[in-house]
């Protein structure tokens, strides 16, 4: 037992970032499940751009990347940060794996936001940054030694475009989804940019 949690300590010093957004998404789901939503909502909810630009409250534009609405939403969200987040924030550190969840949470919320109002919340939108920028970096810099195989590449794009064709049994922050999707693979083109410099 002790054994396992020097593992875990080692492993979140070694990804603190990706430790921390794990932390706070339990957190926040824990405290929405014991009847904290609607504070929660209240304090870090998204707004409309309008409200926004009068209160200035900018960092609810990120607030939605916390909130999860079901156990299966925050357990394949929170998998997949762990899985590639941590891979990513290991290869190219803190730093890196920061710009891309700041971007990535930016351009998601925003999208959404914009197509579908404030109702959405979930770490999707970051979750497809990372996938669209492992999957490019994999094929633009092999030699890099990250990549997924095509099985799951196949599954992610399928799951993407299903949600567009609204026959899931869940909703869909679709939106979210996509532009999550192009704000990771645009980084990894201009990350392939530089190293190439």
């Given at each position: 037992?002790?054994?396992?949690?020097?593992?875990?300590?080692?492993?979140?010093?070694?990804?603190?970032?990706?430790?921390?957004?794990?932390?706070?998404?339990?957190?926040?789901?824990?405290?929405?499940?014991?009847?904290?939503?609607?504070?929660?909502?209240?304090?870090?909810?998204?707004?409309?751009?309008?409200?926004?630009?009068?209160?200035?409250?900018?960092?609810?534009?990120l607030g939605p990347v916390l909130i999860h609405f079901s156990v299966m939403h925050i357990v394949f969200n929170l998998i997949w940060w762990w899985i590639l987040g941590s891979q990513l924030e290991r290869i190219f550190g803190t730093v890196t794996l920061s710009i891309i969840f700041v971007v990535s949470a930016l351009a998601s919320n925003i999208a959404q936001l914009v197509v579908h109002g404030p109702n959405f919340g979930g770490l999707n939108g970051v979750v497809y940054a990372l996938f669209g920028f492992v999957w490019w970096i994999g094929f633009l810099r092999p030699q890099w030694g990250i990549g997924l195989p095509n099985n799951?590449?196949?599954?992610?794009?399928?799951?993407?475009?299903?949600?567009?064709?609204?026959?899931?049994w869940v909703n869909m922050a679709n939106e979210a989804h996509l532009f999550g999707l192009i704000s990771g693979c645009v980084m990894a083109l201009i990350s392939h940019q530089i190293a190439s410099l």
């Open positions: 037992m002790r054994g396992n949690t020097n593992n875990w300590i080692n492993t979140a010093k070694k990804t603190p970032l990706t430790s921390l957004v794990l932390v706070a998404c339990v957190l926040v789901y824990c405290l929405s499940y014991l009847g904290a939503f609607d504070a929660i909502r209240s304090a870090i909810g998204i707004r409309s751009l309008g409200e926004l630009s009068q209160t200035h409250q900018w960092w609810r534009l799951l590449i196949i599954f992610m794009l399928a799951w993407l475009a299903l949600g567009y064709l609204d026959i899931l």
